[in-house]
């Protein structure tokens, strides 16, 4: 028998945000709620599962500094994301929105910026 796997992946979402606030966070799946954490400026926070075969992965997050609004964001959507990140995906959460290095064609690294979820 066949078995069909896909390989490990690692979500790290990094504070990198100018004022050197700290980042609240609080990451979810249809599956799991990851709880609410506290990252500290250069602190990061590890998402690690194995994607779905049928492409169905997704893990979002709320995001939330100083008296800022809360503002969301898919941190791992499997169509856009699993042929960009290899096995890790980095995220550099920003005031206006998350950043990443994301793998080119030509197997550089460009770093992409995105903006948050409507």
């Known amino acids: 028998m066949l078995t069909l796997t896909l390989a490990h992946t690692n979500v790290y979402i990094m504070n990198s945000l100018e004022g050197k606030e700290d980042l609240n966070i609080h990451c979810k799946s249809k599956d799991d709620d990851l709880g609410h954490h506290v990252l500290h400026i250069n602190q990061e926070f590890k998402i690690s599962f194995e994607p779905?075969?049928?492409f169905g992965t997704l893990?979002?997050?709320s995001f939330e500094w100083g008296n800022g609004p809360l503002l969301y964001f898919d941190?791992?959507?499997q169509s856009r994301?699993?042929?960009k990140c290899d096995d890790d995906c980095k995220w550099y959460v920003k005031k206006d929105?998350?950043?990443r290095d994301e793998l080119q064609l030509d197997s550089t690294y460009n770093r992409i910026?995105?903006?948050w979820n409507p």
Do not use: T
Request: aromatic residues 44%; charged residues 15%; contains cysteine.
């Open 75 to 77: 941190v791992y959507k």
């Open 81 to 83: 994301d699993y042929y």
């Open 52 to 54: 779905n075969y049928f």
């Open 97 to 99: 929105g998350p950043c």
């Open 113 to 115: 910026c995105y903006k």
């Open 59 to 61: 893990f979002f997050c």
